[in-house]
């Protein structure tokens, strides 16, 4: 059957024709369970200050995946509307994947944000009046736009950076990696991910269980190798470092990294739709903002359950 295939395609290429094959997405992962978030959730450090106003932008592009990824316009929407309310998007519902979850709580955001939505890339006016400034689509690594991002870090601006925002096009960059900590990679596959924390202290991930699945898209390994004195790994994906190779090693899939006064948080997970729907990704992601902006890593941690797929037994 493959040779045939093979050979239908050629013919079909040879005669001018396009062949093109759809290959459906898998089916999501079973929901985690709501007690175990919450008992997560329950360990938080708290704070009686009033959190200060945060100004969040948000970065998507055009979709550039098949049905269930990549899906960057649609998380710009629902996510501003799970981090800012009503007021900050028409969305009708916060969960990325299928139709709406059931939550009273899904449009009210999270109290003093204030969201604004960038396209391709943001404006000078959002450079300077952003706190953080969230990625979720590929990224030009032109040299004008490393010049903003490093002006942007080094007065103290926030960037997260989410799974093909983390690919650095067209080749991983070592100027990347002095700005954002990871350069690019040169790997990846789509299948089950045991992601292991490597720093349970660590804020955004104080009280993590040890290990989390998801179902998704590692990248790997980071390009130029992580610089240990300005970027911490926070979590792992155990993987072949290439083809050949018959052991696996810890792929960072979750970092940190500081530049000048400003925060960098980055996250490889995020190539389906249905992970930002996943609790213990909504956890690690929302702290990773949270963090980026200054803020203490629990702020957002009232969001993580609003429309998530959690199952209760």
Known sequence: MKLLGLFTSL???????AVTISVAAPPP?????????????????????????????????KKDHREHEHDYPVWQERWALLLGGRAASKAEQVNLYGPANADAKAAVGA???????AWNWP?????????????????AWTDEHQRQIKQYLERGGGLVLIHSATWTKPKASADVAALVGVGGFTRYRHGPMQVEIIAAEYPICRGLP?????LDEPYWPPTPPLAGDRVTALAVSREKPDKESEQTAPQPMFWTCQTGRGRVSGCVPGHYTWTFDDP?????LLRGIAWAAGEPSSR?????LRGARVTDK
């Open 11 to 17: 013919c079909c290429w040879l005669l001018g024709g």
């Open 29 to 61: 992962p079973a929901p985690a369970l709501r007690s175990e978030v919450e008992a997560v959730l329950a360990k938080a450090a708290t704070t009686k200050e009033p959190a200060r106003k945060l100004r969040i932008v948000l970065l998507a592009d």
């Open 111 to 117: 109290g003093n944000v204030e969201i604004a939505c």
């Open 123 to 139: 404006t000078e006016e959002q450079f300077a009046s952003a706190n953080v400034i969230v990625a979720f689509c590929y990224l």
């Open 210 to 214: 040890p290990k989390l699945s998801f």
């Open 280 to 284: 213990w990704f909504r956890l690690l």
């Open 300 to 304: 957002f941690d009232p969001l993580v």
